[in-house]
């Protein structure tokens, strides 16, 4: 998840060049080794099958088995069906392509979309928004939910109501399936992890020690990411030293990350849980004159593009947002139609890194890249593309 996030961050690479020599009598700056990513093959990188498992062990079913006959497709048109949406926040990348991957399969098939609230990350507001489509009779609600425990009553009455319910990305406590949801789907967190874990670790010398800025909040998407990262490093470079620094608040990442840094000298790299909390961390990097690698899970834009001008911002394991949200469409449609889709749908993880970024944003965005990633990615040849 993406599950999280703020701050514009871009400063600009003279602002970053001042800092660091500003910084550079009193920052001892790491020394990056030359095979950092160029020594990863991207065709052997990241798993080639879903890693994970789903919140209750569930095995991941394909996204393939949401594909709707012919018949099915008939009878969804026939339906007049509505959907609400609630989200965590609309204000990301990824969350915006999750709705559109809804909204558009939704409107392919006559099903209309009735609102989309969003919860800004408070507990209180998400459970208003969930009562409020409730009010609204609609016949599925799509979400992902702020808080395992505290939503969890208010989700019960979504199927109580008569409701069909799909979730992103994970399950409140204590709800069954199918019984209390139809399908929830996720993209592979665990392998997003790996990619990151991998990239990172190519970045980082023998003996070397990273640090994990991790989501302090028991949400399961993340709490893969982060599992992933240290069950690979673990299992492939264990002399690397993993340190952590939790942040339960997105806004205030800069300054735990910065915090976290001055106190941990030592860190020649960094995973951060994903893709804004990564930029966060960047501008307190550069504030403080530290240039490390890191690495992260999701695409956005402002990654895409510090990704292409090839500076601290290594890699992403991004998750397919746009797909997910197509996924999800599709299994609240069978719902409606009275089937029973998988417990768990995973989505197969994508590698990003400076030489393919132009074209796993088109992957992950459905669109061609905007002006300005072309601008830093052509700034950047012939290692970018």
Not at 103 to 123: F, I, P, R
Not at 198 to 213: A, E, Y
Not at 312 to 336: C, F, H, I, N, W
Request: glycine share 10%; aromatic share 6%; net charge negative.
């Amino acid at each position: 998840m993406k599950s999280c996030e703020r701050v514009g961050v871009i400063l600009g690479y003279a602002i970053a060049a001042a800092s660091a020599v500003a910084f550079s009598t009193s920052v001892s700056f790491a020394q990056v080794p030359d095979t950092c990513v160029k020594g990863v093959d991207l065709a052997t990188l990241g798993p080639k099958g879903i890693v994970g498992q789903g919140p209750h062990g569930e095995t991941a079913a394909s996204p393939e088995v949401l594909a709707l006959s012919n018949d099915e497709a008939a009878k969804v048109k026939a339906g007049n069906f509505k959907v609400g949406i609630s989200m965590q926040t609309v204000n990301l990348d990824w969350s915006q392509l999750q709705v559109q991957g809804i909204t558009d399969t939704l409107n392919k098939y006559g099903v209309t979309v009735t609102g989309v609230a969003s919860a800004e990350y408070q507990v209180d507001k998400q459970i208003a928004d969930i009562e409020n489509t409730i009010q609204q009779h609609p016949n599925g609600i799509i979400s992902i939910p702020v808080d395992f425990t505290a939503t969890a009553p208010t989700y019960k009455k979504v199927g109580q109501a008569g409701i069909k319910l799909v979730f992103m990305d994970s399950i409140p406590t204590g709800l069954k399936h199918p019984d209390d949801f139809a399908a929830m789907i996720s993209a592979d967190s665990q392998g997003n992890g790996q990619i990151a874990a991998q990239i990172l670790s190519s970045c980082v010398p023998k003996g070397g020690t990273i640090g994990l800025v991790n989501f302090g909040v028991d949400y399961f998407s993340t709490n893969e990411r982060t599992k992933g990262v240290s069950a690979w490093m673990k299992a492939n470079r264990p002399d690397i030293v993993m340190k952590q620094v939790d942040f339960t608040d997105p806004s205030k990442v800069s300054q735990i990350a910065g915090d976290f840094l001055t106190g941990n000298p030592d860190i020649k790299g960094l995973f951060a849980v994903w893709d804004q909390p990564a930029l966060d961390t960047l501008s307190s990097m550069r504030a403080q004159g530290i240039d490390i690698p890191i690495t992260t899970v999701d695409l956005g834009l402002q990654s895409a593009i510090e990704i292409a001008k090839g500076g601290p911002l290594k890699a992403t394991g991004s998750q397919r947002p746009y797909d997910q949200g197509v996924a999800e469409a599709l299994a609240m449609m069978k719902a409606l139609i009275g089937q029973t889709p998988p417990a768990w749908v995973g989505v197969q993880s994508l590698p990003v890194v400076q030489s393919n970024v132009l074209e796993s944003y088109k992957t992950v965005f459905h669109k061609d890249p905007p002006q300005e990633l072309l601008d830093a990615c052509n700034g950047a040849k012939p290692a970018c593309n």
